[in-house]
């Protein structure tokens, strides 16, 4: 696959990461390319550019973002995201301090961020994953208890499809939850897993559905 990283922080290099590993082309988007200076060191397949530059180069997308700026950035290269499945890891995390250990959202109760994103690009097939755990875990995670399990969720059937067979390489089990709709409550999964970080310091944990 070709992949777009829309993003230069942790996230999207431990991503970046991820798919170079697995033979992808990928290409990072940042407006400040300084910051991907030791990534492309240790990483010199992979390509720099402009958010519009990897929005354009990806037949995948990762939107891989702080959530305050990712509508704008989103609006920014709309077009090139047509018909692309759109990886979605952004939490609408608002830039107030937590409150016992609660991060604060700027959405409101029945919105994500994602059905956000969604409006602004419509033609986009975007999948919402990777937003409720931590990056170092993001791919190939070790647990004694086995694999983790990636909530998902998108209007697309095929788009969530492709995540599915992405989450499969990078040593998740998936558990699809279908529709945008869904999202909001993926998206509360983060407020949920920084609890025992911001609390306690404890971030070496991740989700699993049991049956």
Known sequence: MKVGI??????????????????HDVMVGTNNSSKLKEFQDKNP????GTFAEAAAFGNTIVVALKGTAAE?????????LDGKTVIDTTNPIENTP?????????????????????????????????NSVGSTFMVNPQFPGGKPTMFICGNSDAARKEVVGILDVFGWE????????AAGSIESL?????????IAGDWTHAFKMLK
């Open 6 to 23: 829309l993003g230069s922080g942790i996230v999207a290099q431990t991503l970046a990461g991820g798919f170079l590993k697995n033979g």
């Open 174 to 181: 998936t558990y699809d939850l279908g529709k945008a709709e």
């Open 98 to 130: 937590p409150v016992n250990g609660v991060i604060q959202y700027f959405t409101k109760m029945n919105e994500s961020l994602m059905e956000r994103l969604q409006k602004i690009a419509p033609q986009a097939n975007f999948v919402k994953c990777f």
């Open 72 to 80: 704008e950035i989103i609006k920014s290269v709309a077009k090139d």
């Open 190 to 198: 983060c407020i949920l897993w920084c609890i025992p970080g911001m």
């Open 45 to 48: 397949k992979s390509k720099i």
